[in-house]
T-cell receptor, first 114, second 111 residues
Framework: GAGVSQSPSNKVTEKGKDVELRCDPISGHTALYWYRQSLGQGLEFLIYFQGNSAPDKSGLPSDRFSAERTGGSVSTLTIQRTQQEDSAVYLC???WGRGTDTQYFGPGTRLTVL | QKEVEQNSGPLSVPEGAIASLNCTYSDRGSQSFFWYRQYSGKSPELIMSIYSNGDKEDGRFTAQLNKASQYVSLLIRDSQPSDSATYLCAVITSGTYKYIFGTGTRLKVLA
């Protein structure tokens, strides 16, 4: 079946602009995760959804970052007033939502803030 | 102390050798453990999951879990140059569905 998809694959924006990143999880997966990975660095957890609710937003770096999930499916990560330090690859992953489940990752969105 | 720790490497092994990757974690109640492989410029892909103490084998890969010592390892037998990648250890912390990732170990298999 189809895997996790993300769009756009690449996004170049100017400092101060808002951006929206989209994630389509695997059909039926109730859990959805957003991560950020800067060049040569590990995965930084941003937020986790179970269904449409976000029990853990602890990783969001600032109030410029927000995310929502609708219909228990698609999720959008929004970054307002982008800064150069926001440049990174943003990865989305999904799982069945049980504590033992494997996460499957999307291909990521590479964000570059000029 | 970081919740999941890995040696960043690079770990260099000759082709055909056994590569041993290690990971320690701090939450004693953790129940689920995963190894992901990430090629440069790509997203992580699952290699192995392990939930019980002991060894779990899948082809050339063996995951080892020791909950008493709070470590999980990945052995790659007959290493190939195509195994050169960063290997990420992930742990699901107790009471949550949150995955905690280590920073990864970069493996280089030399032809």
């Amino acid at each position: 079946g189809a895997g996790v998809s993300q769009s756009p694959s690449n996004k170049v924006t100017e400092k101060g602009k808002d951006v929206e990143l989209r994630c389509d999880p695997i059909s039926g997966h109730t859990a959805l995760y957003w991560y950020r990975q800067s060049l040569g660095q590990g995965l930084e957890f941003l937020i986790y959804f179970q269904g449409n609710s976000a029990p853990d937003k602890s990783g969001l770096p600032s109030d410029r970052f927000s995310a929502e999930r609708t219909g228990g499916s698609v999720s959008t990560l929004t970054i307002q007033r982008t800064q150069q330090e926001d440049s990174a690859v943003y990865l989305c992953a999904s799982s069945w939502g049980r504590g033992t489940d494997t996460q499957y990752f999307g291909p990521g969105t590479r964000l570059t803030v000029l | 102390q970081k919740e999941v720790e890995q040696n960043s490497g690079p770990l260099s092994v000759p082709e055909g050798a056994i590569a041993s990757l290690n990971c320690t974690y701090s939450d004693r109640g953790s129940q689920s453990f995963f190894w992901y492989r990430q090629y440069s410029g790509k997203s992580p892909e699952l290699i192995m999951s392990i939930y019980s103490n002991g060894d779990k084998e899948d082809g050339r890969f063996t995951a080892q879990l020791n909950k008493a010592s709070q470590y999980v390892s990945l052995l790659i037998r007959d290493s190939q140059p195509s195994d050169s990648a960063t290997y990420l250890c992930a742990v699901i912390t107790s009471g949550t569905y949150k995955y905690i990732f280590g920073t990864g170990t970069r493996l280089k298999v030399l032809a």
